[in-house]
């Protein structure tokens, strides 16, 4: 086999555990075979992508049973995020189900979206998820606990805690300020991992859709000239690169950017744009910004950057 494309490069907050640069995210379609999938997976820890997350919501356990069959034989060298979905729930059928789909423990649970400070603070409530969390914790079912946020009001609130060793947020081109300002500088702080998602503005800034491959509902229309008249045409929407998406996270600097690799091709431009990756000056990233503006218009609503 030849060499890794990708090698450790740092510890994720105070786990101990040296990541990769990169992570693999979400990859399950129940329209693609099983095998399939797993291989795929495997084709991204062979590149030496070394952490992983899934959750019970992705495809209704389907993704937990990919990332199961992926990890045999090569558990002990990645880091595994699950996630928990619901938070008025028992914890302990929970972290069952996952552990059976999965067919072993991850590394991190996290508390999936949590997007209020209402949410936090019933979550921190003396005898609430995060007491039972930390039971889980306790008798070996996982090693970390965390959150995943869309909102930077929590993370300020969760980071200096004491309750989270990783937290999982949004950094990319088009994301509210205070992830990367505040958020990222405030982790770094306190000694808590970061793995930041949304690189690809779930996927609007790469293509037309309003979202993991989602039809637009509504696609704007404009007059082209052809051959000296005036014709409508569906109009190209404005995109970004997989360079610039990526390009932009990495210079930001979050101790993991957790990209979607679902597909060889996906991961093929994925991975060629981090092995070029130059940090970006203050201008490029402005420039950046602005043209992922313009790639979000009409795109349907930004659901990770709050109101």
Not at 22 to 43: K, M, Q
Not at 233 to 244: H, I, M, N, R, T
Request: charged letters at 30%.
């Amino acid at each position: 086999m030849a060499s890794p494309r990708f090698t450790p490069r740092r510890e994720l907050g105070r786990t101990g555990f040296v990541a990769t640069r990169l992570g693999a995210g979400d990859l399950a379609d129940r329209s693609v075979p099983l095998e399939t999938c797993v291989a795929t997976l495997r084709r991204a820890l062979d590149a030496g992508l070394n952490l992983v997350d899934t959750a019970p919501g992705y495809e209704n356990g389907y993704s937990e049973e990919i990332v199961g069959r992926a990890l045999e034989g090569r558990r002990e060298s990645v880091f595994l995020i699950d996630k928990l979905d619901h938070f008025d729930r028992p914890l302990e059928a929970q972290v069952e189900e996952s552990v059976e789909r999965l067919r072993t423990k991850p590394d991190l649970f996290v508390f999936h979206g949590v997007s209020s400070l209402e949410a936090w603070e019933k979550l921190c409530e003396q005898g609430g998820p995060f007491d039972e969390l930390a039971e889980v914790v306790r008798r070996g079912h996982a090693r970390f606990r965390g959150i995943s946020c869309h909102h930077p009001a929590v993370l300020a609130e969760a980071i200096p805690s004491g309750l989270c060793d990783v937290v999982m947020f949004p950094v990319g081109p088009f994301v509210d300020a205070r992830y990367v300002e505040e958020a990222l500088p405030l982790a770094r702080r306190h000694g808590v991992g970061s793995v930041c998602f949304k690189t690809f503005g779930a996927g609007k800034l790469l293509g037309d859709t309003s979202g993991y491959g989602r039809p637009l509902e509504t696609r704007p229309r404009g007059k082209l000239s052809s051959g000296g008249a005036d014709r409508d045409e569906a109009s190209v929407l404005p995109k970004l690169s997989v360079s610039d998406c990526v390009d932009y996270t990495l210079s930001c600097d979050p101790d993991v950017a957790l990209l979607g690799l679902s597909f060889p091709n996906e991961q093929d431009a994925a991975f060629a744009a981090a092995e070029r990756f130059r940090p970006r000056s203050s201008a490029e990233l402005a420039d950046i910004r602005e043209r992922a503006r313009e790639a979000m218009r009409d795109k349907g609503a930004a659901w990770w950057n709050p109101g």
